[in-house]
Nanobody, 126 residues
């Protein structure tokens, strides 16, 4: 089992940047595919970005390509989401997730992930 704790959320103006962190504890972090999801009020949880355990293959949702970057530091048991050029529509609670099953590409559906953090709020103002 793994425990996940997100940090780095906050209030930022449109066009600004934030870096989210997700610290993992428990089993070997490098064994897990990691993902970032987000959920805005009244909307379903949606995939943002993912990075595999093997070869660190990466996937992004179309709406963040070119603006967000996911990367992991296995020595620090941490996965990051660098968010640039933020827009008001990026406002949501952002969740970190871990998937036990080894995979070639990151999953994009919430049900594919086994463990979740508590979330961190990101608010982008005009």
């Amino acid at each position: 089992q793994v425990q996940l704790v997100e940090s780095g959320g906050g209030l930022v103006q449109a066009g600004g940047s934030l870096r989210l962190s997700c610290a993992a504890s428990g089993r070997t972090f490098s064994d897990y595919t990691m993902g970032w999801f987000r959920q805005a009020p009244g909307k379903e949880r949606e995939f943002v970005a993912g990075i595999t355990d093997i070869f660190s293959r990466i996937s992004y949702a179309e709406f963040v390509k070119g603006r967000f970057t996911i990367f992991r530091d296995n020595a620090k048991n941490t996965v990051y989401l660098q968010m640039n050029s933020l827009k008001p529509e990026d406002t949501a609670v952002y969740y970190c997730a871990a998937r036990e099953t080894r995979t070639i590409v990151p999953g994009t559906q919430p049900y594919e992930y086994d463990y979740w953090g508590q979330g961190t709020q990101v608010t982008v103002s005009l």
